[in-house]
């Protein structure tokens, strides 16, 4: 599960993932609803992650809309370069 979300688009690797999450299903289940539990315990920080998320999100595109160059946005923002251009791609 730890790898899953680097190669998630990878068929091969997403077909294991299908296999094992079929072959483990209760235990599956049983993850998802101490993940829901937890969600809920920790409503108030993700939305406060997720508004933040959004507006780092529009600061940059701002400025890439401005001309300004990656590295410089990641740099000014506090991201990593990789994460501006995945999220320019």
């Known amino acids: 599960m730890k790898h899953y979300e680097k190669h998630?688009?990878?068929k091969d690797y997403e077909a294991v993932m299908d296999l094992i999450t079929r072959a483990n299903w209760?235990?599956?289940k049983e993850e998802k609803?101490?993940?829901e539990a937890?969600?809920?315990l920790f409503a108030e920080?993700?939305?406060?992650a997720d508004k933040k998320g959004m507006e780092r999100a529009k600061r940059?595109?701002?400025l890439a809309a401005k001309g300004v160059a990656e590295e410089k946005i990641a740099e000014e923002c506090g991201v990593p370069v990789e994460q501006v251009h995945?999220?320019?791609g």
């Open 8 to 10: 998630r688009k990878t």
């Open 26 to 28: 209760e235990q599956m």
């Open 33 to 35: 609803k101490m993940c």
């Open 38 to 40: 937890l969600k809920e």
């Open 45 to 48: 920080e993700l939305k406060e």
């Open 60 to 62: 940059i595109f701002q």
């Open 86 to 88: 995945e999220l320019l």
